[in-house]
């Protein structure tokens, strides 16, 4: 059976980071049973098309902060899951024909199932109710461990409760934490970067997620920047940022295997793994977005952005979409080249074959030019970012789309 990915957006959260341009609603209090019904209801409506038949590889719950949900309607949520879909434990969609070149993800003795949270909305008891309603993975937005730099970006936790959280996680049960970290923020120097990332290392996640800041347009930070009450890291600053997290991670045996993601070998994030890899996703929740390449080239929609309008949406008609897209064969050539080279090891020129019936250079005749460059490597299967490409990979990534 073919299998996909599940995503669950739970899009509440006590305060809007200024630098956060995802689908997250400021609120005190929230419909938190009206919620999970309306997911639990959207699921049911998805089981019946035929494209959703399959297996479940992974399971994420993403926001928003999904720790302010309580155990009690995560379970729910997971069980009527379970309910509806056999859930897989080795490879991942897309990869059921063992003689594919199409195998993203390293097999697991039981399906990812993470949730995000935010150190300051957790207690140990809580993760331990986490932990028993099917969490495995625990994903923590600490940003930093800087305290003028949390009061920058908005955190409602200080270095302290960060900290705790790691340890409350581990003493719950959980073997498989992720830290998400935050460099170039407006006044942080290389030194204060480096702490971040030593004091990261000696808490020993087992997955390390490090993002250069950006300014989104409609994000608070865009704002200020444009009004010129923000000033953005100078490149040479982010860039040196960007290669210090390469050599602490690197030596403290953290391998680079995405341009900001970092594990040990079999620590991978299988979900995001099955996103860069192009494979099958369903999003339910407000604002979610879901994938589809069957038929090729593939189709994608998304869901209704307002808590309570989602709600409505799927208690008149089942479902939530608002925006629904067919892909044009270039448009999803170009977008499975590029989120393939967000990976070290790119992605194998049979591979694509395989999807679009097509040569990646016969598609992609300046494949060749990028190469010649500098920007792109090829061995005798695989594309990939050279070490140059990764530093300029948005250009080299504008050049497929």
Not at 119 to 135: E, N, S, V
Not at 185 to 194: D, H
Not at 265 to 293: Q, T
């Amino acid at each position: 059976m073919p299998r996909f990915s599940l995503y669950l957006h739970i899009p509440y959260c006590h305060a809007k980071c200024p630098y956060c341009d995802f689908n997250s609603h400021a609120a005190t209090q929230w419909p938190e049973a009206e919620y999970t019904d309306a997911l639990i209801h959207e699921l049911d409506h998805y089981a019946a098309q035929p494209e959703w038949q399959g297996e479940v590889g992974t399971i994420f719950f993403g926001g928003g902060t999904p720790s302010l949900f309580a155990p009690e309607s995560i379970a729910r949520v997971l069980a009527a899951v379970r309910r509806i879909w056999p859930l897989n434990s080795g490879q991942p969609a897309d990869s059921a024909d063992p003689t594919s070149a199409y195998r993203p993800l390293p097999t697991a003795s039981c399906p990812e199932i993470t949730l995000e949270a935010n150190p300051g909305t957790i207690t140990l008891d809580k993760l331990r109710g986490f932990r028993d309603a099917g969490i495995n993975r625990i994903s923590f937005g600490v940003q930093s461990f800087n305290p003028r730099h949390l009061k920058t970006l908005g955190r409602i936790h200080d270095d302290q409760e960060a900290i705790a959280a790691i340890h409350f996680a581990r003493a719950a049960g959980f073997d498989n934490i992720n830290l998400d970290l935050i460099f170039a923020v407006p006044g942080q120097t290389l030194e204060e970067w480096q702490a971040d990332l030593r004091t990261a290392i000696a808490l020993a996640p087992d997955h390390i997620s490090a993002y250069n800041l950006t300014f989104e347009e409609g994000t608070a930070f865009y704002t200020m920047r444009a009004k010129q009450q923000l000033t953005q890291a100078p490149e040479e600053i982010e860039v040196a940022m960007f290669t210090r997290t390469q050599d602490l991670l690197g030596a403290a045996g953290y391998a680079h295997y995405e341009i900001s993601n970092y594990a040990p070998p079999g620590r991978e994030c299988r979900h995001n793994l099955n996103y860069w890899r192009g494979g099958a996703y369903l999003g339910v929740g407000a604002g979610a977005h879901s994938f589809c390449h069957i038929p090729v080239p593939g189709r994608r929609w998304s869901d209704e952005k307002s808590p309570t309008g989602y709600i409505q949406k799927v208690n008149t008609h089942g479902h939530a979409r608002v925006y629904a897209e067919a892909l044009a064969d270039s448009q999803a050539q170009g977008e499975f080249v590029f989120l393939n080279l967000r990976l070290r090891d790119g992605f194998e020129a049979r591979a694509f074959a395989e999807r679009f019936g097509v040569d990646f250079v016969s598609a992609f005749p300046h494949a060749a030019e990028l190469q010649r460059d500098g920007l792109l490597e090829a061995n005798a299967s695989h594309w990939h970012l050279s070490e140059r490409g990764l530093m300029l990979a948005d250009s080299v990534f504008a050049t497929f789309l």
